[in-house]
């Protein structure tokens, strides 16, 4: 049973599309989280979400809008795509309990989203 | 503000040879959580370590072992007898404890093993 799941693996788009990446987490998490990796192989926090509330915004612009529809989800959509979109989206999940903070992170296997 | 500085962009070995990726990081936090984390050309993230603030002891799994300093700040990983397998990308992450903080990474250690 894959703990986190991203949906889908590879997404090639044209700039000006819309696209959307699921992301489920079967663990029993509180929080899950969005995080983006560039070409550069830099990992940076995008969005977090504790039990379908918005928690952690940095500075992303807003063409990217996440949605939990329950805490086991957090979807990313992307409006209006453009080439420096490209990169890879990893979700996360983890526990929200201060004392399993240890714990860390449980990420899903990335989605490459290539925007051409 | 957290901060992890993995200073070595790049390392090359030859196989066998033993390998430290340096890991520095900065919190006010007492209490916080080091990680090590392996990508392989594949691209996930392959959880390799946890220590937290309190516990310096130092920890060897096979051949790989990790040299915790708060002295210094410091959380290095050594790989013994490297081989090609261990090729891949190492992002040390710090997540301290307070308010919403969430897992920072460092910019990651591409090593190369060659055969």
């Known amino acids: 049973d894959t703990a986190v799941s991203q949906t889908p693996k590879y997404l090639v788009t044209q700039m000006g599309n819309d696209k959307s990446i699921k992301c489920e987490q079967n663990?029993?998490?509180?929080?899950m989280y969005w995080y983006k990796q560039d070409s550069k192989k830099f990992l940076k926090i995008m969005f977090s979400?504790?039990?379908?509330?918005?928690?952690i915004n940095e500075t992303v612009p807003n063409r990217f809008s996440p949605k939990s529809p329950d805490k086991a989800h957090l979807n990313l959509h992307i409006n209006s795509l453009e080439l420096g979109d490209s990169a890879v989206y990893f979700c996360a999940s983890s526990p929200w309990d201060r004392g399993l903070l240890g714990y860390g992170y449980t990420f899903g296997s990335g989605t490459r989203l290539t925007v051409v | 503000a957290q901060k992890v500085t993995q200073a070595q962009t790049e390392i090359s070995v030859v196989e066998k040879e033993d390998v430290t990726l340096d890991c520095v990081y900065e919190?006010?936090?007492?209490?916080?959580?080091l990680f090590w984390y392996k990508q392989p050309p594949s691209g996930e993230l392959v959880f390799l370590i946890r220590?937290?603030?309190?516990?310096?002891q130092n920890e060897i799994s096979g051949r790989y072992s990790w040299n915790f300093q708060k002295s210094t700040s410091s959380f290095n990983f050594t790989i013994t007898a490297s081989q090609v397998v261990d090729s891949a990308v190492y992002f040390c992450a710090l997540r301290a404890e307070s308010g919403n903080t969430p897992l920072v990474f460092g910019k990651g250690t591409r090593l190369s093993v060659i055969a």
């Open positions: 220590r937290n603030s309190f516990d310096e």
């Open positions: 663990l029993g998490h509180d929080t």
């Open positions: 979400y504790n039990n379908k509330e918005l928690i």
């Open positions: 919190t006010r936090d007492t209490t916080y959580y």
